[in-house]
């Protein structure tokens, strides 16, 4: 959900299953973005999603910035929670990107101790997002989908699938994509997937290479919606949301997203619960 | 194989610091140089961060431009990296990181617009609370009120100036007379900034307006602040000046004086 929509989305009340927010943006002590939020929450099941943790720093957790996001949770009661399998801080300084880690034994361990501390502070599971890759780093050991199995493994995390990331980090990292899938959910416990991402990337061109960026900023390519369905096939319909962060466009487009999402999940969710009408499983973000 | 630590201040050093050296070596090789694939996330720390830096400070962005603006933004965010994870909190050291910018030195005016824009941005934030009714103040005893102190609302901030930012700042804003003539020897402003509830305002604050709030911020009751006022201009006005800073809600609690219990 974004500021722009606010007052739209009050207005209207569109027929969204759900809204996710940066858990951050409303870190504030009081104004106007935690009363919007304080009033959508009573018509909406709401997601926090946490970009500043920083669970694969070396550095110790931000019990300050822990202690907000709990405040959060207690205060909205968000029927999810998620982080990013990535680091964004270094020595104490906020670098605002998701940045990429080495899979290595050392990694796994500093990974996990922080998702089972905030899950220990929180006292509930959060969901671990998998990243958009730019670059590998040598010293990585431990193939991305092992790894994030792993800590799901370990720490009884959840996982939020991002679809648009693994496709990115596919194409720039020269990986299968059936085969991560594979991986990583033959490996996790049924249930493991608690939402989905979708989103628009961008393509740079390097001379006759391109790379794909996870800008947030366009319709979801269709390599994407194909993956999507690819996914849903193995996990069945799970909550999936739209992410759309830079040039924002309309409400209405992001609706219309929302309802193509929709329509896939439609395709995978059992009889019987399709008869109960359940309540629209895509939201946006 | 460096240790995770070494890894991410090599890696934060290249993001910042612009010297590839080391982040390139931890790199895979490929038809991609590293240092280009490293440069994607200096853009997005770069550029997510002016954005940011962008929607606090619109005003200084209009006047400077956007390319000067996001030079600026380069330079500060080298000097102050943000620490707070959540970039609410981000900017507050643009004012005196622009005092001492001698690129800006001949607009001397501009420190004082951003903290007039951090003032509206932190007030906006700022914790809620319900400003205080009138008539709790016209349900007592009038002969008490001289020893009530008056607690300003959660949300206010002042901000002064030699200049006259207050109209910088108006004629900067989407729907302002961007081509006005604004005269910087026109005289300064005192300004409050508050959002009582929904809304940031601007208050423009006369002298005995000025050393009335800034004593009941200081603790002072109602009659010291007074006659704080009365000092700066001998024909203030309490009655009206009180009557209308609470209707435009000011103030959060009465602050009652102390009893003293051998009394």
Not at chain 1, 217 to 246: C, N
Not at chain 2, 120 to 136: F, K, N, Q, T, V
């Amino acid at each position: 959900m974004k500021p722009v929509h606010y007052r739209e989305i009050l207005e209207t009340r569109p027929p969204i299953g759900w809204f996710e927010i940066h858990a951050e943006n409303y870190m504030g002590a009081g104004g106007p973005p935690l009363h919007y939020l304080e009033t959508l929450r009573l018509d909406y099941p709401l997601s926090l999603h946490g970009v500043g943790l920083s669970l694969g720093s070396a550095d110790d957790l931000d019990r300050r910035h822990l202690t907000g996001l709990k405040e959060l949770v207690d205060r909205f009661q968000p029927g999810l929670v998620s982080e990013h399998l990535s680091w964004c801080t270094a020595g104490g300084v906020f670098l605002n990107d998701l940045l990429p880690l080495p899979y290595t034994d050392e990694s796994l361990d500093v990974v996990c101790a922080h998702i089972t501390e905030t899950q220990d502070f929180l006292g509930r599971r959060i969901l671990i997002e998998n990243p958009s890759a730019y670059l590998a780093f040598k010293a990585s050991s431990i193939p991305e989908p092992e790894f994030l199995a792993e800590v799901s493994l370990r720490t009884g995390c959840g996982l939020l699938l991002d679809i648009n990331n693994v496709f990115v980090s596919a194409e720039n990292l020269d990986f299968d994509v059936d085969a991560y899938l594979d991986t990583l959910l033959n490996t996790v416990p049924p249930g493991a997937v608690g939402e989905i991402h979708l989103a628009g990337h961008h393509i740079n061109r390097y001379g006759t290479e391109i790379i794909r960026i996870d800008n947030h900023g366009s319709e979801i390519r269709e390599k994407v919606w194909a993956l999507f369905d690819s996914a849903l096939r193995r996990v069945g319909a799970t909550p999936t949301l739209i992410e759309w962060d830079t040039d924002v466009p309309a409400l209405a487009t992001l609706i219309a997203e929302a309802g193509r999402a929709e329509n896939f999940l439609k395709k995978f969710q059992g009889a019987a619960k399709a008869a109960k009408k359940e309540k629209a499983l895509a939201g946006v973000g | 194989m460096p240790a995770l630590a070494d890894l991410q201040a090599d890696f934060r050093n290249a993001v910042l610091g612009g010297d590839d050296a080391r982040a390139v070596d931890l790199i895979v090789d490929s038809a991609i140089p590293a240092g280009k694939r490293i440069q994607i996330h200096r853009n997005n720390t770069f550029i997510t961060l002016t954005e940011s830096l962008a929607a606090v400070y619109p005003v200084i962005l209009r006047l400077v431009g956007k390319e000067f603006f996001e030079a600026v933004c380069r330079q500060f965010i080298l000097a102050h990296p943000p620490r707070n994870r959540s970039l609410i909190f981000y900017g507050l050291d643009m004012a005196s990181f622009l005092e001492s910018f001698p690129p800006v030195n001949d607009l001397p005016y501009l420190p004082d617009v951003a903290r007039l824009e951090w003032a509206w941005h932190s007030a906006y934030h700022a914790a809620d609370a319900i400003p205080l009714a009138p008539e709790r103040l016209a349900a007592l005893d009038p002969n008490t009120l001289p020893a009530l102190g008056l607690e300003l609302h959660s949300t206010c901030r002042f901000v002064s100036s030699q200049f006259p930012i207050f109209r910088i700042w108006r004629a900067n804003q989407p729907d302002g007379d961007a081509d006005e003539t604004i005269n910087l020897a026109d005289g300064g402003d005192m300004l409050m900034v508050i959002r009582p509830l929904f809304n940031v305002q601007i208050r423009n604050l006369n002298p005995p307006e000025t050393a009335f709030l800034l004593a009941l911020d200081g603790g002072a009751d109602l009659g010291h602040a007074a006659e704080a006022a009365l000092r700066t201009d001998p024909a203030f006005n309490i009655r009206d000046t009180l009557r209308d800073l609470i209707s435009s809600q000011t103030f959060a609690q009465i602050i009652f004086p102390r009893e003293d219990p051998r009394s």
